[in-house]
């Protein structure tokens, strides 16, 4: 689909800059083969040259969004290409000659952050990025870098949202110094499916515990982002989260996470080798095809351990109904639904990569970390196949 008349070909300005100012002209003719091999690109997306009109068009130019990208042969001014009125069912567009850079940009913002959690020097910080990256940057690049990427993390934490309809929240601890002593701070993280059955990371937040105001202040300030039409709730027990939903979302359905319901039962089975049979008596009132056959189920078990183990079967019949919610919801949605399993893989990474601060100095740099490895893990989510199938949901 390359179409250019003989005139002002890109290849004659690279050769003209080449020509002109040798090598001290390299960065310069990049620019020129990267925008163009970007608008080629787009083309090719779009199915049609710029004002073209066709019948397998997929969408429309819509103009460049400047872009600075630091290279080994110095910084690049790019027009990155954007597109608008896409067909139904076409992802968005990013040209692939900058994926490469923008994982690697990426991975430096991570680098950033993780080194000064740790506390290494400005200095030290510099002689890693150069050698790492190859960029001749200064003391000074290397501050300013930091303070654009909290401008960043924050943006992400503030941004707008929307409609969701599906919620899941959960909570962390990290150590970190406060107040002159080592105290366990929570880390607390919510994770929405759009209408249209995509994950996305909704926020995150530190706070002293997991207290009713804690919780209460963070599901405000995700209301006040725009966070509306929310169907159910998964999570675990917790009273303070629970006062919480309750005074944010009176009314909304909530389903108790299923995998530690099953933990928590362990706590009344009276002898070790009950166990396995308890979990399996669980699991099968939570594999019920429907609701009315899982209460079903459920009084057979209180029944079977009425004498056994009276503190079990008392548990069982005032606990896993809060485990049940999922019946009222489509059965394409349930298997997603019934755990927070999802959120605490979500934390198993979070606390993988907190691993390099044994103690964090202060609740911010705790905040920065976790901030720019869920932004990455929500960057990635952005592309990924649908979550759930929303059809009829």
């Not at 250019?4 to 690279?14: F, K, L, Q, T, Y």
């Not at 819509?62 to 954007?82: C, D, Y």
């Not at 001749?136 to 870098?145: C, E, G, K, L």
């Not at 905040?367 to 649908?386: F, K, P």
Request: neutral net charge; proline residues 4%; glycine residues 6%.
């Amino acid at each position: 689909m390359t179409h250019h008349s003989a005139e002002n070909r890109p290849i004659d300005r690279v050769v003209e800059l080449l020509t002109e100012q040798g090598f001290e002209g390299m960065a310069r003719a990049m620019e020129v083969l990267f925008n163009e091999t970007m608008k080629l690109e787009r083309e090719e997306f779009l199915g049609a040259r710029s004002h073209e009109r066709t019948e397998t068009r997929r969408g429309w130019s819509n103009g460049f969004k400047p872009k600075r990208m630091e290279t080994r042969i110095g910084a690049l001014e790019l027009s990155v290409p954007q597109v608008r009125d896409l067909a139904p069912g076409v992802d968005g567009f990013y040209p692939s000659a900058l994926e490469r850079g923008l994982r690697s940009e990426r991975a430096l913002k991570m680098a950033i952050a993780e080194m000064y959690v740790q506390g290494v020097s400005t200095r030290r910080v510099v002689a890693i990025t150069q050698q790492l990256c190859g960029l001749n940057v200064t003391s000074t690049d290397v501050s300013r870098a930091a303070k654009l990427l909290d401008e960043e993390l924050h943006a992400w934490r503030s941004r707008p949202l929307g409609e969701i309809r599906y919620l899941t929240l959960d909570a962390h601890y990290e150590k970190v110094r406060h107040g002159g002593a080592v105290v366990d701070i929570a880390v607390l993280v919510a994770i929405g499916v759009t209408p249209k059955g995509q994950r996305t990371i909704l926020g995150t937040s530190v706070a002293l515990s997991e207290a009713e105001v804690h919780w209460r202040d963070f599901l405000a300030g995700l209301q006040e982002r725009g966070l509306h039409g929310v169907r159910a709730i998964t999570s675990d027990d917790h009273a303070g989260l629970r006062a919480a939903l309750a005074a944010r979302f009176p009314g909304v359905k909530w389903q108790r996470c299923q995998f530690h319901l099953q933990r928590n039962a362990m706590a009344y089975v009276p002898r070790l080798e009950m166990r396995a049979e308890v979990a399996r008596d669980l699991r099968s009132i939570f594999t019920a095809p429907d609701r009315e056959e899982a209460d079903r189920r459920m009084k057979l078990v209180v029944d079977k351990y009425r004498d056994s183990a009276p503190r079990l079967a008392e548990w069982i019949e005032a606990n896993v109904p809060e485990g049940l919610t999922i019946f009222s919801l489509p059965p394409q949605h349930r298997v997603r639904l019934r755990t927070s399993n999802n959120i605490e893989r979500l934390n198993a990474e979070l606390e993988r990569r907190t691993r390099v601060a044994t103690v964090f100095p202060n609740e911010a740099s705790l905040l920065r970390l976790v901030s720019a490895v869920l932004i990455e893990i929500d960057q990635e989510w952005e592309t990924a196949r649908t979550y759930i199938t929303m059809e009829n949901g």
